[in-house]
């Protein structure tokens, strides 16, 4: 088990990666057997499929994350974040609308699960209806 603190700084690396645009680095805080629960879609397992989703994610999106809140409970089991989404729809995602460059800034948050001081689970949610408002989907 991590202290609360460790799993607070797992979670700052986790988010500076994200911000940084390092993939590995965000790749480096989770478990081979990550468990990622995609907002509105299907489970993925594993390090490879979420290499995969970020690359997609690079493809279609650009996003930087502000006014981060992170949280962990006393045990370093589980921990949250909330935050906000800026971002730029790059191109076009399959099943959504076409994408020309629009801006959404959209509120955020996800759930962890922590496994041998990583990251064994992340669920994303937001609220899509909201982002398809600010793309004109």
């Known amino acids: 088990m991590m202290s609360q603190n460790e799993a607070l700084?797992?979670?700052?690396?986790?988010?500076?990666?994200?911000?940084?645009?390092?993939?590995?680095?965000?790749l480096d805080c989770l478990t081979e057997d990550i468990a990622h629960d995609i907002n509105q879609g299907a489970r993925?397992?594993?390090?490879?499929?979420?290499?995969?989703?970020?690359?997609?994610?690079?493809?279609?999106?650009?996003?930087?994350?502000?006014?981060?809140v992170l949280m962990a409970d006393g045990h370093g089991e589980r921990g949250a974040s909330e935050f906000t989404v800026h971002g730029a729809y790059l191109a076009t995602d399959e099943g959504l609308p076409e994408a020309k460059g629009q801006t959404y800034v959209l509120p955020a948050g996800a759930?962890?699960?922590?496994?041998?001081?990583?990251?064994?689970?992340?669920?994303?949610?937001?609220?899509?209806?909201?982002?398809?408002?600010?793309?004109?989907?």
Not at 10 to 26: S, T
Not at 114 to 135: E, H, K, P, T
Request: glycine fraction near 8%; charge should be neutral.
């Open 9 to 26: 700084a797992l979670l700052g690396r986790y988010y500076a990666a994200f911000n940084a645009g390092d993939n590995e680095a965000m």
């Open 111 to 137: 759930f962890f699960t922590f496994r041998d001081g990583l990251i064994a689970r992340v669920s994303v949610y937001y609220n899509l209806a909201d982002w398809m408002r600010q793309v004109g989907g």
């Open 44 to 68: 993925q397992i594993g390090k490879e499929a979420f290499r995969a989703f970020l690359a997609h994610m690079d493809r279609c999106y650009r996003e930087r994350l502000e006014d981060i």
